[in-house]
């Protein structure tokens, strides 16, 4: 059977919280706007959620120190992140894209996936599709957004940031190898800085580098990921456009070989726990507001501690510093720990709920 060539389109918001903001607050138009922490005159603690363009200028960027962006931008219009107001906005966004396709795919609070195939015969009308979308954000939101066009998730979504903001970019599958052979590595989904980095002892910088290498090596050093990196980097990908329910709170729990009152030993297992939830909100794009940690004793008596942090975030540090911190009181020398577990919970997405253990 032959398959039947898809159309997918990948929708990303532009500067989406400090566009939000402007919206708002038209007087803050052309200026540079940071929403994030407060910088408290450069001591501040905390990051850059976001930055309009005229910010960026200044090379400010998300996940900067706030200490940092005052620096470089002390000018800017600070703003704290409300978050409420940007959910909002987002499902009524997402709303309205979902009209334009029963297969639609939120990926993120400002970013979807839409499956045109049905609804455009051909790369001609789905550019025309795509510019009515883009109108139709426009008029109902005052907001713009980037489209990308290709014939998979990946492709289309890594269109999308090609020309910013208010872009439109359309890779047809026959341009796909070209398109991608010049970018850099990170552009593809799953390879974060550490993989990067590997990669580029293997000499492998670009994606057309990557489409070039053995894959028998990508497996060995990669395992399962470097056959997946590899067919990505030949522009394949055949996941489909569905929706996701919406997942309610990532968990790990693990339970001491023996029971334990070694303070390091339980500190690096919850660093490790960390970094296994870290990777999963990044891998499916979530932002967490809070922390939880659960400490069960040897005779089983259990305590869970929480934090909603300021900000939402899915950085590893974040994570680590507020997990230590919550278990401190738990450690003591004369108790000894059975199992620990870490869940981070209050995601910046909607409606229905999933649990993914
Ligand atoms: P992005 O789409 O990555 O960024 P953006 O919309 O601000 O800018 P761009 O025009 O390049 O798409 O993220 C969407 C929102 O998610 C962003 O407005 C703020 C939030 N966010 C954070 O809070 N922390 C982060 O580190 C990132 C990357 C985003
Ligand atoms: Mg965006």
């Not at 850099?184 to 290498?213: A, C, F, M, N």
Request: some cysteine; hydrophobic content about 35%.
């Amino acid at each position: 059977m032959i398959e039947k060539k898809r159309i997918i389109f990948h929708i990303d918001m532009d500067h989406f919280f400090t566009a939000v903001e402007e919206r708002e607050h038209p007087e803050y138009k052309g200026k540079p706007v940071i929403v994030g922490a407060n910088p408290k005159e450069g001591k501040g603690r905390g990051v850059v959620s976001t930055c309009n363009y005229e910010a960026r200028k200044f090379g400010v960027r998300s996940g900067m120190p706030i200490s940092r962006a005052w620096k470089l931008c002390p000018q800017a219009i600070y703003l704290p992140v409300n978050y409420e107001l940007y959910v909002k906005v987002s499902n009524e966004i997402m709303d309205t894209l979902r009209e334009y396709s029963e297969k639609f795919e939120q990926w993120g609070i400002d970013e979807a996936f839409l499956d045109v195939t049905s609804k455009a015969k051909d790369y001609a009308e789905a550019e025309a599709l795509a510019r009515l979308i883009k109108k139709e954000i426009c008029e109902r939101e005052k907001l713009t957004c980037s489209i990308g066009i290709g014939p998979n998730k990946l492709v289309a979504k890594i269109a999308s940031d090609i020309q910013k903001p208010d872009g439109l970019t359309i890779v047809r599958e026959n341009e796909t190898e070209k398109f991608l052979a010049p970018l850099p590595v990170r552009k593809l989904l799953w390879v974060g800085r550490k993989t990067e980095q590997k990669l580029e002892t293997l000499g492998i910088k670009t994606i057309g580098d990557l489409s070039h290498y053995d894959p028998t090596v990508l497996a060995e050093n990669f395992g399962i990921m470097g056959t997946q990196i590899y067919l990505m980097a030949h522009g394949i990908d055949k996941s489909e456009v569905e929706e996701r329910g919406e997942i309610k709170s990532i968990s790990r729990d693990i339970t001491f070989e023996e029971d334990t009152s070694d303070f390091n030993l339980i500190i690096n297992t919850l660093d490790k726990l960390s970094e296994e939830i870290c990777n999963d909100a990044l891998r499916q794009n979530l932002y967490f507001k809070t922390v939880t940690i659960k400490v069960r004793y040897e005779n089983f008596e259990t305590h869970t501690h929480s934090r909603t942090l300021p900000l939402i975030t899915n950085r590893l540090q974040d994570l680590r510093k507020t997990a230590k911190e919550l278990i401190q009181n738990y450690l003591r020398l004369d108790r000894k720990v059975r199992l620990i577990g870490l869940r981070v919970s209050n995601f910046a997405s909607t409606e229905k709920q999933k649990t993914l253990i």
